[in-house]
């Protein structure tokens, strides 16, 4: 599995109650219903091979971004992305998902979209990950 759908996966784990399964890789589509959440790997960094075993680690900056019509909404969205981010470790995506070691908050901000009348709170996270 890649850590992309480990993350989609968790994240659906985490968030189906506030936006069903309004959970989306990049971009927003036209006309969606809110609220939604879109998450893209912003970039990644591949580290050496860890000893003889072969082990290897990498690090990935993603975006998860929140989308809502009322400020209230998103920042309740964004409460539950950090809790579901900040400090995870474990196995990601369930059975045959991603080994994270570690996950951290690097970054939030609060925008409003006034051409769409949306609330977008986009959140960043650093994913240290065993690379399959």
Known sequence: M????ALFLHLKSYMTDLVGTRIYPLVLP????LPAVTYQKVSQVRNRTLGSSGLKIARARFQISCWAASYADVKEMAERVKSA??????LMGGNGGVWVLDANIIGERDIY??????Y???ID???CYEEG
Do not use: A, C, R, W
């Not at 036209?30 to 219903?33: D, F, K, V």
């Not at 981010?85 to 474990?90: A, E």
């Open 2 to 5: 890649k850590i992309e759908e």
């Open 125 to 127: 996270v650093m994913i």
């Open 30 to 33: 036209q006309g969606s219903t």
């Open 85 to 90: 981010l900040q400090d995870y470790n474990g």
């Open 113 to 118: 979209e006034p051409e769409v009348d949306v």
């Open 120 to 122: 977008h709170l986009p």
